[in-house]
T-cell receptor, first 114, second 111 residues
Framework: AQSVTQLDSQVPVFEEAPVELRCNYS??????LFWYVQYPNQGLQLLLK??????LVKGINGFEAEFNKSQTSFHLRKPSVHISDTAEYFC????????????FGSGTRLQVQP | SQTIHQWPATLVQPVGSPLSLECTVEGTSNPNLYWYRQAAGRGLQLLFY??????ISSEVPQNLSASRPQDRQFILSSKKLLLSDSGFYLC??????????FGAGSRLTVL
């Protein structure tokens, strides 16, 4: 079974400051890792994904994440946030077997303040 | 290009009434289809997934059911809604690359 833990339910940050949203996972098999963003009353949009290869992955809107297998982490980072980055961010994991569905964390609300 | 449609976008229903939410995918064939529910202030819970017509797997026991009458159509239903069925329902699809693409969601309020 797989699980995802997002350690922070809310992260307040000032505009232009750096931010890190933490994500840890557990799985008994090789995994694929994802970050999605959800703006109010909308569906989920893929920010970035790790499938294989380089452990540092870059996504849209200036976000990046690093896959750390030894620490089973996939933290999301952005060096300078904007007001428009205010949203809910979800970390998710899947494997290449079975139903291929995503298992999501509980989400982190990023609140960017002016 | 592939697109996914969900409707209705918003629905307010009384307790005990039936439910039908529809999801269709365009531009692909034989996708895996998924229904997720997002309760207020919580993460996403997988409700159902389907790997083909008529093939439905339920992830959690609940008051809802799903059907896949056509290759690119996925329907979420209930015969009698409960208050606890309120939430934001998201349909998603994948063509086997492990990347799920989500629809815009359907917000259900049961009163």
């Amino acid at each position: 079974a797989q699980s995802v833990t997002q350690l922070d339910s809310q992260v307040p940050v000032f505009e232009e400051a750096p931010v890190e949203l933490r994500c840890n996972y557990s799985s008994s098999v090789s995994v694929y890792l994802f970050w999605y963003v959800q703006y109010p009353n909308q569906g989920l949009q893929l920010l970035l994904k790790y499938l294989s290869g380089s452990t540092l992955v870059k996504g849209i809107n200036g976000f990046e994440a690093e896959f750390n297998k030894s620490q089973t982490s996939f933290h999301l980072r952005k060096p300078s946030v904007h007001i428009s980055d205010t949203a809910e961010y979800f970390c998710a994991v899947s494997s290449d077997t079975g139903r291929r569905a995503l298992t999501f964390g509980s989400g982190t609300r990023l609140q960017v303040q002016p | 290009s592939q697109t996914i449609h969900q409707w209705p976008a918003t629905l307010v229903q009384p307790v005990g009434s039936p439910l039908s939410l529809e999801c269709t995918v365009e531009g692909t064939s034989n996708p895996n289809l998924y229904w997720y529910r997002q309760a207020a202030g919580r993460g996403l819970q997988l409700l159902f997934y389907s790997v083909g017509i008529g093939q439905i797997s339920s992830e959690v026991p609940q008051n809802l059911s799903a059907s896949r009458p056509q290759d690119r159509q996925f329907i979420l239903s209930s015969k009698k809604l409960l208050l606890s069925d309120s939430g934001f329902y998201l349909c998603a699809w994948t063509a086997g690359a492990n990347v799920l693409t989500f629809g815009a969601g359907s917000r259900l309020t049961v009163l």
